[in-house]
């Protein structure tokens, strides 16, 4: 959220948004601004939809947005399939219009639903063509605080729903394990900005 903030956008087109918790969150933190999630999942939308009525859902649109996310998304897409789904996700954007990409990094063990993981090399190989990388950053530290703090939120046991207790570890993980380094990180966070189309 940090990144938004940081940044002035009125449109945002969240691409596999999934049952849309994220639009959701940001359409709390963000009023008055124009928000799409898009998802090939039909499944995945009518969750979202139930969830957040008064937003929209669909999986495709013509629109231009000034801003995007793809939260662990790319891990998804196959290596000969990622240029066209990049040049995709691009007809979509406004001119200069920025983006916050997250995908698992190479350090964490690939997941049988995952073509690839990344790292800093191979992300700004991929995203080359389409994007100019404005800043890339580590997170979602491998520790074993992280890992109590994952069992607290749930496990096999229970899933904790007390509010003042997920917002607490949240705190604590976001002031302790959220910032990692290229060893011990999960995750790739990575702003990055259309690149201009000279004519």
Do not use: W
Not at 19 to 46: C, H, M, N, T, W
Not at 100 to 109: E, L
Not at 180 to 198: G, P, Y
Request: hydrophobic share 40%; proline share 3%.
């Amino acid at each position: 959220m940090s990144m938004l903030t940081a940044r002035k956008f009125d449109s945002l087109v969240d691409i596999g948004c999934g049952d849309g918790r994220v639009l959701k969150e940001i359409a709390q933190r963000f009023p008055g601004k124009r928000l799409v999630g898009l998802d090939y999942s039909e499944k995945s939308l009518s969750f979202a939809k139930a969830f957040s009525p008064d937003l929209t859902f669909e999986t495709g649109t013509d629109e231009l947005f000034d801003s995007f996310l793809l939260i662990e998304v790319i891990e998804h897409i196959s290596p000969l399939g990622m240029e066209s789904f990049l040049a995709g996700v691009c007809q979509n954007l406004k001119e200069g219009a920025f983006g916050i990409i997250t995908t698992p990094c190479d350090n964490v063990a690939l997941n049988p639903k995952h073509y690839q993981h990344f790292n800093r090399t191979s992300i700004e190989e991929t995203l080359s063509a389409h994007f100019d990388i404005v800043s890339l950053e580590y997170i979602s530290a491998d520790t074993l605080g992280t890992k109590i703090i994952q069992r607290l939120l749930a496990n096999k046991l229970f899933i904790l729903n007390e509010k003042r207790s997920i917002s607490y570890l949240y705190s604590l993980y976001k002031e302790r394990y959220l910032n990692a380094t290229e060893r011990n990180a999960t995750q790739l966070c990575v702003l990055v900005r259309k690149k201009s189309r000279i004519s």
